[in-house]
């Protein structure tokens, strides 16, 4: 089984590849320029790379959100146009879902028999406008439904419970999440660790459950509307009524 993924939800993004349970090559993206330049040269590169033609895939993976609204449509748009061309499917992954699996490899690599770490990840996603997307992660699963809003008002809630930080968010706002919680924080290494590696290895669980789904099925996971929207509801109140 092979797997092609991409990652668009922050400004460098990544790539990789993914043969049966193991990440052949993860590929960070360059952050000094537009990813609609760079794509789908970063994908051609990847497959060069490894000496794999595109016609070898099995399936096709993106990172569905939340991040950056040009990012996703960048990604979304060329994943979905190589998925029609090759007649591949095409599996979304949630960025807190893939964020979630790569701090369980941080932790489980760190983790020693007389140091237990926390069993409370929350992911932050930098959502721009001093505000982070959220979502908290108990063991493994996603615990209510992600959030977006100012990092004071998340820390609030935080305090006194031993917590595992990971995301680009997290590594936007540590000094104000050390100066909130202290010791009970604590951070994974990298903060903001390139993501598709885990978008592949989420994607092969999928695929390996049987699920093909059609490119047109994507969706991505805003959080928050776009700009777009907000503006359109200004303009003609009865949209947001």
Do not use: N
């Given at each position: 089984?092979?797997?092609?993924?991409?990652?668009?939800?922050?400004?460098a993004?990544?790539?990789?590849?993914?043969?049966?349970?193991?990440?052949?090559?993860?590929?960070?993206?360059?952050?000094?320029?537009?990813?609609?330049?760079?794509?789908?040269?970063?994908l051609?590169?990847?497959?060069?790379?490894?000496?794999?033609?595109?016609?070898?895939?099995?399936?096709?993976?993106?990172?569905?959100?939340?991040?950056?609204?040009?990012?996703?449509?960048?990604?979304?748009?060329?994943?979905?146009?190589?998925?029609?061309?090759?007649?591949?499917?095409?599996?979304?992954?949630?960025?807190?879902?893939?964020?979630?699996?790569?701090?369980?490899?941080?932790?489980?690599?760190?983790?020693?028999?007389?140091?237990?770490?926390?069993?409370?990840?929350?992911i932050?996603?930098?959502?721009?406008?001093?505000?982070?997307?959220?979502?908290?992660?108990?063991?493994?699963?996603?615990?209510?439904?992600p959030?977006?809003?100012?990092?004071?008002?998340?820390?609030?809630?935080?305090?006194?419970?031993?917590?595992?930080?990971?995301?680009?968010?997290?590594?936007?706002?540590?000094?104000?999440?050390?100066?909130?919680?202290g010791?009970?924080?604590?951070?994974?290494?990298?903060?903001?660790?390139?993501?598709?590696?885990?978008?592949?290895?989420?994607?092969?669980?999928?695929?390996?459950?049987?699920?093909?789904?059609?490119?047109?099925?994507?969706?991505?996971?805003?959080?928050?509307?776009?700009?777009?929207?907000?503006?359109?509801?200004?303009?003609?109140?009865?949209?947001?009524?």
């Amino acid at each position: 089984m092979l797997i092609l993924s991409l990652d668009t939800t922050t400004r460098a993004g990544s790539c990789a590849l993914l043969r049966d349970d193991r990440v052949l090559r993860e590929h960070t993206g360059d952050g000094s320029r537009d990813q609609a330049e760079r794509l789908p040269g970063d994908l051609a590169a990847l497959l060069e790379h490894e000496g794999i033609a595109l016609d070898a895939i099995d399936a096709l993976a993106v990172a569905t959100g939340p991040g950056s609204f040009t990012g996703l449509r960048v990604g979304i748009a060329t994943m979905q146009g190589l998925a029609m061309a090759t007649g591949k499917p095409l599996i979304g992954v949630s960025a807190f879902d893939s964020l979630a699996l790569a701090a369980r490899a941080v932790t489980a690599r760190e983790t020693t028999a007389d140091r237990e770490g926390p069993r409370r990840t929350l992911i932050w996603i930098d959502a721009w406008r001093g505000e982070v997307f959220a979502a908290l992660y108990e063991h493994g699963q996603q615990t209510g439904a992600p959030v977006v809003a100012p990092p004071d008002v998340l820390l609030e809630q935080l305090r006194g419970q031993p917590t595992l930080f990971t995301g680009d968010g997290a590594a936007v706002y540590e000094a104000r999440i050390r100066a909130v919680l202290g010791e009970t924080a604590r951070f994974t290494t990298p903060m903001a660790p390139p993501l598709a590696g885990a978008v592949a290895t989420l994607a092969g669980q999928a695929f390996r459950r049987g699920d093909r789904p059609l490119p047109h099925a994507i969706r991505p996971i805003y959080v928050r509307r776009s700009d777009a929207e907000i503006a359109a509801d200004r303009k003609d109140p009865r949209r947001s009524a």
